[in-house]
């Protein structure tokens, strides 16, 4: 009788913890974050416990999440999944830097909107879709950037605790002509660009043009080639004097002086036709 008892007593003590520990594991898995595992605030954007703030200030390390959240993200052993939120995974281009509708700034790492921020600058003149807000052909990512293919190439985040992007200039930069050799160099403290093809180093270009990255409106006609003061691009040096442009280059500007064929603007070639 007494070791049946105990038998049984056994039994529903085992039943209760089960029970217990499951309902635990449950709550866990419906409630935000214990704090023994994350710590207040790491779902709370105004909190400097905030996890994004945290995988930032620790270089971007996401290898961490992984080894309990699972390799892909959708929840590993803590059955909690960072795609709820995250719907293209953490490691989608657009989780750091970019919107919905492009990978480039705005936004900046740090969040930051206006041009007139270092991290936003002029991304969006080089890069932007809208033709009638770019007055060439789009700039590729490795034009100013080594060339980045996911987010755990050794090219992307660099594992020297500095956060920071690394501007190395590609071939369209460095694009030589007739007794030019561009040096493009970039300057992080007056956020300038000087000695680049693009921006005037080749033969009858304004070779010593040295834009600002966050300030856009330090670029405009008459800034790589041409006269700055007064907006005419006609190139000086050898170049024919005739201002009609159109007569020569017409399948890159119309007789209005309008560019309409910006795919051939910046492009690393003089293109020539005639009027039609
Ligand atoms: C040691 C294992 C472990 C590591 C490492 C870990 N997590 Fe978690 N995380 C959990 C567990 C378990 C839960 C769910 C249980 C809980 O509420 O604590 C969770 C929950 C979360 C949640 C809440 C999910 C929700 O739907 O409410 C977020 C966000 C989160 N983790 C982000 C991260 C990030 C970002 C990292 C990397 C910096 C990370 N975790 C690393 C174990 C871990
Ligand atoms: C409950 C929703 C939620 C879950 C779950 C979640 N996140 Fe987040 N996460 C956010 C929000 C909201 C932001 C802030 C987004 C922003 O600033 O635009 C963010 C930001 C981040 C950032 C920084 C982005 C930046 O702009 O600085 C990283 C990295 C990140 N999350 C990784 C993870 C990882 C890894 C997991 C899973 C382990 C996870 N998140 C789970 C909601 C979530
Ligand atoms: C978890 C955050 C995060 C994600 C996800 C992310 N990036 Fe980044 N990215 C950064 C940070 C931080 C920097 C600036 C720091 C640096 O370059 O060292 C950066 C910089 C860059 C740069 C400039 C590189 C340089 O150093 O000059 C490029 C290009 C880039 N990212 C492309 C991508 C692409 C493509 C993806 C998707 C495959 C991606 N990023 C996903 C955080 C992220
Ligand atoms: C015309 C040159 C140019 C092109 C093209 C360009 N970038 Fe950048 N990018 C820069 C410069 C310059 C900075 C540095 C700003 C600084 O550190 O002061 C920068 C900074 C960044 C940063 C860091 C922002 C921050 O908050 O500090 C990211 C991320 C980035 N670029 C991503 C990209 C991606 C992705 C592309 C292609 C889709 C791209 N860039 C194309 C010039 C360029
Ligand atoms: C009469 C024909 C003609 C007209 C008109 C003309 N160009 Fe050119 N353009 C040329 C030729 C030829 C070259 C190639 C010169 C060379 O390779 O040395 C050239 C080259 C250029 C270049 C590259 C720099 C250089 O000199 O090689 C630019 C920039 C340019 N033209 C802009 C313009 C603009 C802007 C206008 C109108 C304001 C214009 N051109 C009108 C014939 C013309
Ligand atoms: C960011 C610097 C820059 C600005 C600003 C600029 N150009 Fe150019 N332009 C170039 C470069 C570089 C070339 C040399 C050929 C090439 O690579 O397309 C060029 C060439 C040309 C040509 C010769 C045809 C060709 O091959 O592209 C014409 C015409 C021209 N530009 C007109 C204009 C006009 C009009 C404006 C003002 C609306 C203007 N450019 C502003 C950089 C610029």
Same mark, same amino acid.
């Given at each position: ?37 994350? #710590? ?35 929840? #590993? ?15 989608? $281009? ?84 007739? #007794? ?17 093809? $693009? ?32 907006? @005419? ?20 500007? @119309? ?5 309409? @064929? ?8 003089? @293109? ?5």
């Amino acid at each position: 009788m007494k070791k049946i008892f105990i038998f049984y007593s056994l039994i529903i003590l085992t039943i209760f913890g089960f029970i217990y520990g499951c309902s635990e594991v449950k709550d866990d898995l419906v409630l935000a974050p214990s704090p023994d595992f994350h #710590g207040e605030g790491w779902l709370s954007q105004a909190s400097s416990n905030f996890h994004g703030k945290v995988i930032g200030a620790d270089n971007w390390n996401l290898a961490q999440c992984k080894s309990c959240h699972g390799a892909d993200y959708s929840g #590993g052993t803590t059955g909690a999944s960072c795609r709820k939120c995250h719907t293209s995974g953490p490691e989608a $281009c657009n989780t750091c830097h970019g919107n919905s509708e492009h990978i480039y700034p705005p936004k900046s790492i740090s969040g930051k909107l206006l041009n007139t921020d270092p991290g936003v600058g002029a991304h969006e003149q080089h890069l932007v879709s809208d033709t009638a807000l770019r007055n060439s052909r789009p700039v590729e990512c490795q034009e100013c950037h080594l060339p980045v293919s996911s987010f755990s190439d050794p090219n992307h985040i660099l594992k020297d605790g500095k956060t920071q992007a690394t501007i190395v200039f590609g071939d369209l930069a460095k694009k030589t002509t007739e #007794g030019v050799t561009p040096d493009p160099q970039w300057d992080k403290n007056t956020q300038t660009c000087s000695g680049t093809y $693009c921006h005037g180093n080749f033969k009858n270009g304004n070779q010593n043009a040295a834009p600002v990255h966050n300030n856009p409106n330090s670029v405009y006609c008459g800034t790589c080639h041409g006269n700055p003061t007064t907006g @005419n691009p006609l190139p000086g040096g050898t170049h024919p004097t005739n201002q009609n442009c159109y007569q020569c280059h017409g399948g890159v500007i @119309n007789s209005n002086g309008v560019i309409i @064929n910006k795919n051939l603007h910046v492009n690393g070639a003089v @293109n020539f036709s005639t009027m039609h």
